[in-house]
């Protein structure tokens, strides 16, 4: 079992080292660096087309999540935008409505929590998505000069400790975002499953959990150089290889054999070979040997002339006696 299990990881790792090359990634997936490729896009919704399945295990909406005590629930989508049409949507021009990846309505109105990515990061062991500008946030930062008057007045207190709001300067609109941290999980029966985590005090920033077998990482389509056939082919081929030298090192180190009985399982390999060997040997050589002279059979019609006579002739040698008896 130790060998097999080991030949499994060599054919495992030498497919991968196969699997290396510079075709591109597609959108919506990453390679780790131990070689693993996460591809998101088995989890993403595409609009339907002629309003008709693709697929029977295609979603007809997109991914949803409850908000539980923040008041709205939200609806997402991965790499994609959602499906949903959406209008009038709050601080997002119109053109860009129909990138919206994630958003959720409250009194009425449409908030966008972020515009479509198909950029996956992993940080660490974590396979994050994130998306960014979405409606304006509640609250924005503004920055004004220092007011020289205020500055006397105060001279013994620190600038930046003035809770006063600013007055005038440049205004900086801050956007809406969300973070999806991806985990494995191989057991769920579903596709993906998407929870709402939590969000910032400032409601900026959007916290997503998102548990999938997408998320587990494996060698994709376009970096597998060995198909399922060529990947047999290396296991067996690592399996035989490994028989053959753990066989010949123990045959000759424990057993302390020499010549050909160093093979492993020599006698029944040399008992099957000399058998199948006679039987090849002896078929071949029979049809290249040349057929000997005056051995061939005779036609069937001539043996039964020779017959015919010869029965004429005892017939006609006992008619010859039966005469002279009675004479």
Not at 275 to 285: A, E, G, K, R, V
Request: hydrophobic fraction near 35%; charged fraction near 25%.
């Amino acid at each position: 079992m130790r060998v097999l299990h080991y030949t499994l990881i060599l054919a495992l790792c030498f497919s991968s080292a196969q699997a290396a090359d510079s075709k591109p990634l597609k959108p919506c997936t990453i390679t780790s660096k131990s070689g693993l490729t996460f591809d998101l896009n088995t989890i993403a919704v595409q609009p339907l087309h002629d309003g008709k399945k693709a697929h029977k295990s295609d979603r007809e909406d997109s991914w949803h999540a409850s908000g539980y005590d923040y008041g709205s629930n939200f609806t997402l989508n991965f790499c994609a935008p959602v499906i949903e049409e959406l209008e009038k949507v709050v601080g997002v021009d119109e053109h860009l409505w129909r990138n919206v990846s994630a958003f959720y309505t409250r009194r009425g109105k449409t908030y966008s929590i972020g515009q479509t990515s198909t950029a996956p990061v992993l940080r660490g062991r974590k396979l994050v998505l994130n998306y960014t500008g979405g409606s304006p946030c509640e609250s924005s930062t503004t920055r004004r000069p220092i007011d020289l008057l205020d500055t006397a007045k105060n001279s013994d207190d620190d600038e930046e400790d003035d809770p006063r709001p600013p007055k005038g300067g440049t205004k900086t609109v801050r956007r809406k975002s969300t973070i999806i941290s991806l985990l494995c999980d191989r057991e769920i029966t579903v596709k993906a499953t998407v929870a709402f985590v939590g969000a910032s005090e400032d409601e900026c920033t959007y916290f997503f959990e998102s548990r999938s077998a997408a998320a587990c990482g494996g060698v994709s389509e376009e970096q597998q150089a060995v198909g399922p056939a060529g990947v047999f082919g290396i296991i067996a081929l690592i399996a035989a290889a490994v028989y053959l030298v753990g066989g010949v090192a123990y045959q000759r180190t424990v057993m302390h054999q020499r010549g050909w009985k160093q093979l492993p399982n020599y006698s029944m390999w040399a008992s099957m070979a000399s058998f199948d060997m006679l039987i090849i040997l002896t078929s071949s050589c029979a049809r290249l040997l040349p057929s000997r002279k005056g051995y061939n059979q005779l036609p069937t019609h001539t043996a039964r002339g020779r017959g015919a006579t010869r029965a004429e002739d005892e017939n006609r040698l006992i008619d010859q006696l039966d005469e002279e008896w009675d004479d």
